[in-house]
């Protein structure tokens, strides 16, 4: 989705310097427009919401996400200072090797010597493969980590429920028909471009529109895969939904 954005604010820039400068020739009308059909609102929205490189959401997309990630923030910080006081303690009274904090099941623990759990109050997430080790969850803890594990579904679904609409923005009424278009004028343009410079060595043009045509089927077909991919992802989970 990044790079969606991406490409299209770069051919929509393409397209608005092509309009600058081409002086009334009607001839490069066609390339100027399907350049710009991308709307520039829609290329602001994706770069607001989707992190590039990477493809992260970003904390910008909504309020809902922001507040979200920012209670984890929070939420995190505090576990792990109380797992970290904790362990120390655990630690400096022989009840485990050293102060450490690990994560079992997707829950934040610590690892306490075998036969000494009783110690502390709270729940046993397993032991190591020797079984000198067992892995408990401080009762304290217990429902910082219900929160996080509570915040992280929460996060999946706001994340889910953003990039549900911006593929519905990205695909509008033609289907990406014409971010599509642009790409293909955006490398045509190229491939002639650079061919062009190349063109006083009739081997070297051969072999550099060869290899610009080669370049631009891939890159096309990229774009394709990767909206065909999101398409078809949101329907899926449409489905199951």
Known sequence: MGELGSTGRAQRRLGEKLAARRGGKEALREIEEALRATPRALMDAIERCVGVPGGEVL???SETL??????????????RGLLNETSREMARKNFAERAQVVSRLGRECIPMKAGAQSEMDGVVLGASGTGATVFKEPAEATPLNNRLMELAAEEEAETERVLRALTEQVLGADRGEALL???????VVLCGAVTSVCI????????ARAHLMAWSAQRRFRVEKKTYAVTQ?????????
Not at 181 to 187: E, H, N, Y
Not at 234 to 241: A, E, G, Q, S
């Open 59 to 61: 904390d910008d997309a």
């Open 66 to 79: 922001a507040a979200i990630r920012a209670e984890q923030r929070a939420t995190r910080d505090a576990l």
């Open 181 to 187: 278009r642009a790409t293909g004028v955006t490398d």
């Open 200 to 207: 006083d060595s009739t081997g070297r043009a051969r072999r």
């Open 233 to 241: 992802r949101m329907n899926t989970r449409l489905y199951h939904h």
